[in-house]
């Protein structure tokens, strides 16, 4: 479908409104000599534009790019403010199997499970529950490094903030041998920090997942009750779960697959990475992880209030190694780590993602607070192919956003921008558009030639 801009859109559903104007007429000129032109042209033109998707070929190199590395299975889904908008699945549950993957399929989430935790930890701050700037040892006496210096400087923050300034992915080859959170603690009294804690960053598991402890300690429930009661039923997250029998019980659940010398090869799901409910324990479908993007942008306040969305995606500590990822590389400008999430600056508009990968799945969800756009994307494979999706989304969609009179217009009345335009007649909303900038990847296809397209 051709692009239409702006005015194009106006002066089109203009002559719409003339039609609808004459037919009415014949019915009741009353009530035509009422209508409020404004509402009138807005119904119509969401009428016209309710099919346009704002990224048409995206589904088709989704499917491309599954196809071509012979992924199993796949979905991603597309929200717009308080709406599901685009909901796309990909293949089949399991290998050889002809059960589809749609909507309500529940795959591992992996380290996405950690933006549950972080946006927990903010909400139980914003209440007054959890002191972000205790001492962790209040709550896990047991936690010691080989200086006892750093034992007393780490924080509760330090933990979901990934700063705990341990060497990443610490005995995360402990958690792979099945070991339980209280084994492996002993082992970090053999090491210390790379740095004070809050001062560099460095990737956990094991650390990360010692948040369970303080918010059980501080609400006397435990961490799953918590974000089940807190987050999954009152955003009607309802395939979201915790654990390896919770996936197991599921009827319509995703197989994992590892790659193997005759393509991918499908495996049982053991329970590693599962006794590590904050960082990794978290089960869902692409339509759960949707609704928690809409409640990420605000549109739940009765469950997340807009203090604690703020708070978790607040930049605590810069994270250099992320502008180094070779798909994201050419649009990056800046990377942090907030509270449980990543937060990009991406094409110089905030993106607040977070991916995870365990097992034979992988998965990846991201949000602009800016045009209030978000992503879910899952697989049951541990294809690379999923580096490529992510970036080749919001390369296009974010300079799209950019320019107002080239976006649908579902997606382009709700742009925020920074002086909003008021307009007294439709003779001043349709007037001469100011000559726009050009977009940074040519027109009409925005991905840069050679760096993301399959």
């Not at 479908?1 to 194009?8: G, I, L, V």
């Not at 210096?149 to 300034?165: D, I, K, P, Y």
């Not at 090491?191 to 990737?203: L, R």
């Given at each position: 479908?051709?692009?239409?801009?702006?005015?194009?859109i106006?002066?089109?559903?203009?002559?719409?409104?003339?039609?609808?104007?004459?037919?009415?007429?014949?019915?009741?000129?009353?009530?035509?000599?009422?209508?409020?032109?404004?509402?009138?042209?807005?119904?119509?033109?969401?009428?016209?534009?309710?099919?346009v998707s704002?990224?048409?070929?995206?589904?088709?190199?989704?499917?491309?790019?599954?196809?071509?590395d012979?992924?199993?299975?796949?979905?991603?889904?597309?929200?717009?403010?308080?709406?599901?908008?685009?909901?796309?699945?990909?293949?089949?549950?399991?290998?050889?199997?002809?059960?589809?993957?749609?909507?309500?399929?529940?795959?591992?989430?992996?380290?996405?499970?950690?933006?549950?935790?972080?946006?927990?930890?903010?909400?139980?701050?914003?209440?007054?529950?959890?002191?972000?700037?205790?001492?962790?040892?209040n709550?896990?006496?047991?936690?010691?490094?080989?200086?006892p210096?750093?034992?007393?400087?780490?924080?509760?923050?330090?933990?979901?903030?990934?700063?705990?300034?341990v060497?990443?992915?610490?005995?995360?080859?402990?958690?792979?041998?099945?070991?339980?959170?209280?084994?492996i603690?002993?082992?970090?009294?053999r090491?210390?920090?790379?740095?004070?804690?809050?001062?560099?960053?460095?990737?956990q598991?094991?650390?990360?997942?010692?948040?369970?402890?303080?918010?059980?300690?501080?609400?006397?429930?435990?961490?799953?009750?918590l974000?089940?009661?807190?987050?999954?039923?009152?955003?009607?997250?309802?395939?979201?779960?915790?654990?390896?029998?919770a996936?197991?019980?599921?009827?319509?659940?995703?197989?994992?697959?590892?790659?193997?010398?005759?393509?991918?090869?499908?495996?049982?799901?053991?329970?590693?990475?599962?006794?590590?409910?904050a960082?990794?324990?978290?089960?869902?479908?692409?339509?759960?992880?949707?609704?928690?993007?809409?409640?990420?942008?605000?549109?739940?306040?009765?469950?997340?209030?807009?203090?604690?969305?703020?708070a978790?995606?607040?930049?605590?500590?810069?994270?250099?190694?992320?502008?180094?990822?070779?798909?994201?590389?050419?649009?990056?400008?800046?990377?942090?780590?907030?509270?449980?999430?990543?937060?990009?600056?991406f094409?110089e508009?905030?993106l607040?993602?977070?991916?995870?990968?365990?097992?034979?799945?992988?998965?990846?969800?991201?949000?602009?607070?800016?045009?209030?756009?978000?992503?879910?994307?899952?697989?049951?494979?541990?294809?690379?192919?999923?580096?490529?999706?992510?970036?080749?989304?919001?390369?296009?969609?974010?300079?799209?956003?950019q320019?107002?009179?080239?976006?649908?217009y579902?997606?382009?009345?709700?742009i925020?921008?920074?002086?909003?335009?008021?307009?007294?007649?439709?003779?001043?909303?349709?007037?001469?558009?100011?000559?726009?900038?050009?977009?940074?990847?040519?027109e009409?296809?925005?991905?840069?030639?050679?760096?993301?397209?399959?």
């Open positions: 479908m051709s692009k239409m801009t702006f005015s194009q106006l002066i089109s559903a203009t002559a719409a409104l003339c039609s609808f104007a004459i037919a009415a007429s014949a019915q009741s000129a009353s009530t035509a000599q009422k209508s409020d032109t404004h509402t009138v042209i807005r119904s119509l033109l969401e009428r016209q534009q309710q099919d704002l990224f048409p070929q995206f589904q088709e190199r989704f499917q491309h790019l599954l196809a071509a012979n992924v199993p299975g796949g979905i991603y889904a597309i929200v717009h403010r308080d709406r599901i908008v685009e909901v796309q699945p990909f293949g089949v549950r399991a290998a050889g199997s002809s059960e589809p993957v749609d909507g309500n399929t529940v795959f591992r989430i992996a380290s996405v499970s950690k933006t549950f935790a972080g946006t927990l930890t903010s909400l139980l701050a914003q209440q007054g529950i959890v002191d972000l700037q205790a001492p962790v040892l709550y896990v006496p047991d936690l010691s490094f080989k200086n210096e750093f034992n007393r400087s780490l924080r509760v923050e330090h933990l979901v903030a990934q700063s705990t300034g060497i990443p992915n610490a005995y995360d080859n402990l958690i792979e041998a099945n070991m339980e959170r209280q084994q603690l002993p082992h970090f009294k090491i210390n920090p790379m740095c004070t804690p809050g001062a560099c960053y460095g990737y598991n094991v650390l990360f997942s010692l948040i369970e402890d303080v918010v059980e300690e501080r609400t006397g429930k435990s961490y799953t009750q974000v089940e009661e807190n987050l999954f039923a009152p955003l009607n997250m309802q395939h979201a779960s915790f654990g390896l029998d996936y197991l019980a599921s009827t319509n659940k995703a197989a994992p697959h590892i790659r193997g010398r005759n393509g991918w090869f499908s495996r049982e799901v053991g329970p590693h990475y599962y006794r590590y409910a960082a990794a324990g978290v089960n869902a479908s692409a339509t759960d992880l949707a609704q928690w993007l809409i409640a990420q942008m605000g549109y739940a306040p009765d469950v997340l209030p807009t203090e604690a969305i703020l978790s995606r607040e930049k605590r500590i810069r994270t250099t190694r992320d502008l180094r990822r070779r798909s994201w590389r050419p649009f990056l400008n800046d990377a942090h780590y907030g509270l449980g999430w990543r937060v990009y600056e094409l508009h905030e607040v993602y977070h991916g995870g990968w365990v097992q034979g799945f992988r998965a990846e969800i991201a949000y602009s607070p800016d045009y209030e756009i978000g992503l879910v994307v899952l697989m049951n494979a541990e294809s690379s192919v999923m580096n490529e999706i992510a970036p080749m989304f919001w390369s296009h969609v974010i300079p799209l956003m320019e107002e009179q080239w976006v649908p579902r997606y382009a009345n709700n925020r921008l920074s002086e909003p335009k008021h307009f007294d007649t439709l003779d001043r909303a349709t007037a001469e558009t100011p000559q726009r900038k050009p977009l940074p990847f040519g009409p296809q925005l991905i840069p030639s050679g760096v993301l397209t399959p």
